[in-house]
């Protein structure tokens, strides 16, 4: 554990560090998509802009496409462009290409298409209401025993919702393709998560044109939030194809506008929980969780996303007898994506809502409940895994402490019985399953690459990218601290798809946990090999031995099996556990809940990087903030958002005191941190605005029209509630 | 589209004899430039003003505080003279659109721009501020509560520009002020209600009383009305859901992506009466 600056930090506030939209080739030309601008329709005619001169342009179509017109994919379901007919606005018919930027903009603002519109799904409710729109394949987890509801014990029943969420990354989606015909060779640069799914994409579409992709990242790339997860293959697709039918070096980059309508969002959620709840012993003794998503017009990854959200979504408690249904949902807009959670904060949005409505329902306190039902040493997850550790128990009752929680619900209560305004407590507790999910780590065998040169440079060579969270800073790290090598002689290397070997995509929070500690293992391994006291040294006096290469893939722990198919089994080989407090304050004039502060208490194994990590879960934490209290996409009868002005992202005013501890850092395991802070603060600021009022809303974002809306049609709640 | 920089306001003028045309005039930009973009505006002229220093600027003359129109937000904010007589002002225009805009924005482009959500309109609605609109041939003084005709229409004649806005030094002496501006978060964001108020207390009774609200009609406005019925009540005199009756009839809330009209209303009624009883 060492406190390290980034090494991105000073290049990207002095400017030189390189974002895509600062490359620039000889030649290069500029690309544009063309979308379709209704739900669902067929395409009865295109007609292009007569003052043009249309021998300038380079367009091409579906019918272009000399490969597969299918983005690769979990489910391979997506075409790159629309050919006859159109699924949901935004999608792509067909890419445009023109030496000037502003001939180009002005093109394809007056292509018209006309349509023959037929019957679309664009209201959330409307799509995940309706069993019929539910696209076939389901996920059960069967951990039903038996157990028989008997008399007095209690019934809680109920539905949640989530909205949709913008990834809203500093940089928008762009690419810059260059086909070299002499080695049939497709290079394309762009801003993206995972550079071998965009290796796949390109290499799908062009077939057997090209005899190779090669893929690179650009040097800085501005957020991802898994937003640049699966969108950036079909953007590096048509760009190519752009450039290839060219012959010229082409860049797109997505004006902020097309980029916050066309490409994917989190998915929208219908979650419905039904738990019986014995009250003599506290305990939840069944529990049944039907899981809705609505992916969008295509499933693309959302199978994934699914699973995850359904290992998920029993949150962190002990149940005897539990059955879990999964479904994916369709819907005539974008399909939805990656967003730092992956379903956890669906799931947890849920479950941490539904264990408050229990514990009031039985009128004891909401920690107190939790704590009857956490999991813990000897448990076990619906799947049959075990539990091997008190960690959650353990984040939980540090957090109580921390946030002195038992003496602001006292103070809190006594507050709202004199004023108008409201204070409030909420708590709420999660986990992430570190990696891919399942057997998925096995599947991806991924493989890293070490180099030390002669002048005494180790350089480090995966696929994961640096989208500003600092992973190869903390890569770095996690070598020269393994080699005792002085870090700026320990580089890490613009992931390549020819140069680095595939290490896999940058998710899952998988970048420190699996290729960072295979990293530590790997610089372990040369250190046994070379016997060395000082490398540097070292390397002086042996400098016949090198350049030298190292590589070793991951190894999975044998013992940890996963069925997936019946989902019985090890999902995830190591959790990250946490829990977390929030306190707010009720504006009564204007229905507004403001956040003060957020205690977080986090299990993630080693620490890495202190000031790295505490930086991802301040970002996680604003991102929950926003996704529970501000932000939503759609309205309506209003439409979907079309850029940042009405789409209300927490700005630094809105920052409210965090404050972060990490427990168990003796571990030797540096497990994922990317997502967990993401996952458990809504439910925390939902429950925070029941303390307060006495209200539930099963439903985010809290907006203040929302918060209105549910008093209206309340009778007079009293707000004198049983908590104590 | 043709973009026109006069030389000085002299020149300024002149042009706008000769252009009878649709025209718009360009100093901070925060809000033309994105209707530019957005191809709102197409076929109008564009007369840039930013460089002119004569339109710029707090100044004092007697009883009145001088701002010119192309003065920024942040000049204000930064203000001695408006600290020292328009406190009120200065404190409640804290909370126009962000940091960044108020370096930019300008006090005159708030007003001609006169969306209904504009942020000072309420403000200098309350303070009853005059704004000076000038041609070739003449200079008249317009109260604001008279400025706006409709959705982004006012009374500026096609050959006028405004030049400055006038605040009677002593326009907040002796008032309880009371500023309001619920947005979806603390900045950069457009308002969904504000509320500006200014009273007179005498005893208990309500001797005086200006209220300006935005985002609620089609214009920021005055509620007569309302003022009308509250002046010279005391507390427990008023009636309030005559008050809202009366508020009812003198704004036209809207749904739209960014609220809902019931909760304008709503947060309206409440804002009002949050201040009466302060």
Known sequence: ?724 | MKFVKPKDVENLLKNLEEDKGKKYFLAGGTDLNVQIKNGIIRDANIIYINHLTELSGISEENNIILIGATTSIMDILDSDLIKRHLPYFQRSLESFASPLLQNTATIGGNIANGSPTADVIPLLLVLNAKVELSSKSQCRLVYIKDFFTGYKQNVMKSNEIITHIIIDKNAEKDFLTFYEKVGSRRTLTISKVTLAGMKKVSGNRISQIRLAVGSLSEFPRRLFKVEDYITDKTLTEIDFSKVENLLGKEITPITDLRSDKEYRYHVCVNLIRTFLNQ
């Not at chain 1, 928008?172 to 801003?191: H, L, N, S």
């Not at chain 1, 082409?250 to 916050?260: F, G, M, Q, S």
């Not at chain 1, 004039?589 to 990087?609: A, P, R, T």
């Open chain 1, 1 to 724: 554990m060492k406190q390290v600056r980034k090494f991105d930090a000073r290049p990207k506030l002095d400017g030189s560090w390189k974002f895509l939209d600062d490359y620039s080739y000889k030649d290069m030309i500029y690309g544009g998509l063309f979308y379709s601008t209704v739900h669902h329709g067929i395409i009865r005619k295109i007609t292009f802009p007569v003052e043009f001169n249309l021998t300038e342009f380079t367009i091409v179509f579906a019918k272009d496409i000399p490969g597969k017109n299918i983005v690769p994919e979990p489910e391979c379901d997506q075409p790159f462009m629309a050919d006859k007919e159109v699924f949901h606005f935004g999608q792509v018919i067909m890419g445009v290409a023109h030496p000037s930027k502003e001939i180009l903009k002005k093109f394809i603002k007056q292509i018209k298409v006309e349509y023959e519109e037929l019957p679309a799904i664009v209201d959330v409710k409307e799509c995940l209401e309706n069993e019929k729109n539910a696209f076939g394949k389901e996920i059960i987890i069967d951990h039903r025993r038996n157990v028989k509801p008997e008399k007095g014990w209690i019934r809680t029943h109920s539905v949640y919702y989530t909205t949709h969420q913008e990834q809203a990354y500093l940089e928008p989606q762009g690419m810059i393709a260059i086909y070299k015909p002499e080695d049939r060779i497709m290079f394309v640069r762009g801003t993206m998560q995972c550079p071998f799914f965009v290796k796949d994409g390109v290499e799908a579409i062009m077939g057997n044109t090209i005899k190779e992709a090669i893929i690179e990242t650009s040097e800085g790339i501005g957020g991802a939030f898994g937003g640049k997860e699966d969108f950036p293959s079909l953007l590096a697709g048509i760009t190519a194809l752009l450039a290839y039918k060219s012959g010229k070096p082409v860049k797109v980059v997505l004006d902020r506008a097309d980029d916050i309508q066309i490409t994917t969002k989190r998915h929208p959620s219908r979650v419905e929980i039904e738990t019986y709840t014995n009250p003599k012993t506290r305990k939840i003794r069944k529990l049944k969780i039907d899981y809705r998503l609505d992916a969008g017009a295509y499933q693309t990854l959302s199978p994934v996303v699914l699973a995850r959200g359904v290992l998920h979504s029993i949150g962190g408690y002990a149940v005897e007898d539990v059955y879990i249904r999964g479904r994916l949902f369709r819907s005539n807009t974008p399909s939805n994506g990656a967003f730092r959670g992956f379903g956890a904060p669906q799931a947890f949005f849920a479950i941490e809502s539904h264990i408050d409505k229990i514990a009031s329902h039985m009128k004891i306190n909401p920690y107190e409940f939790r704590k009857a039902n956490i999991l813990k040493f000897g448990d076990e997850f619906p799947t049959t895994q075990k539990i091997t550790e008190n960690h959650l128990y353990d984040c939980l009752e540090r957090v109580i402490v921390k946030s002195d929680y038992h003496k602001k619900l006292k103070e809190f209560s006594k507050f709202n019985k004199t004023l108008k305004d409201k204070k409030g407590i909420g708590i709420s507790i999660g986990y992430h399953g570190g990696g891919y999910t399942g057997s998925g780590e096995k599947l991806l065998n991924s493989e890293v690459k070490i180099t030390i040169d002669k002048e005494g440079f180790v350089n480090i060579f995966v696929a994961n990218v640096d989208m500003g969270q600092g992973a190869h800073t903390t890569l770095a790290q996690m070598v020269n601290e393994t080699l005792e090598h002085p870090l700026e002689k320990t580089i890490v290397q613009l992931p390549n798809t020819k140069k680095t070997p595939n290490s896999g995509p940058t998710v899952a929070s998988r970048t420190i946990y699996i290729i960072g500690n295979l990293l530590r293992k790997l610089s372990k391994k040369i250190k046994d090999e070379l016997k060395f006291e000082n490398l540097e040294r070292f390397i002086k006096e042996n400098q016949d031995k090198f350049p030298k290469e190292y590589r070793m893939h991951f190894t999975p722990d044998p013992s940890a099996v996963f069925d997936d198919k019946t989902y019985q089994g090890v999902a995830y080989k190591d959790y990250s556990w946490a829990a977390c407090v929030t306190e707010i304050y009720y504006h009564a004039d204007i229905y507004q809940i403001e956040l003060k502060k957020i205690w977080n208490v986090l299990d993630i194994g080693n620490i890495v990087n202190p000031k790295i990590a505490e930086g991802q879960v301040e970002g996680a934490n604003i991102q929950a903030m926003g996704y529970a209290l501000s932000e939503f996409f759609y309205k309506k009868g209003y439409g979907r958002i079309q850029g940042f002005t009405d789409y209300a992202i927490p700005t630094t005013f809105d920052i409210p005191e965090i404050d972060i501890e990490f427990i168990h850092t003796d571990s030797t395991t540096a497990k994922g941190l990317g997502e967990i802070p993401m996952d458990y603060p809504a439910p925390a600021i939902r429950n925070a605005f029941y303390n307060a009022t006495g209200i539930f809303i099963d439903e985010i974002p809290l907006t203040p029209e929302r918060i209105l809306k549910t008093m209206n049609k309340l009778p007079q709640t009293n707000t004198d509630d049983t908590q104590t």
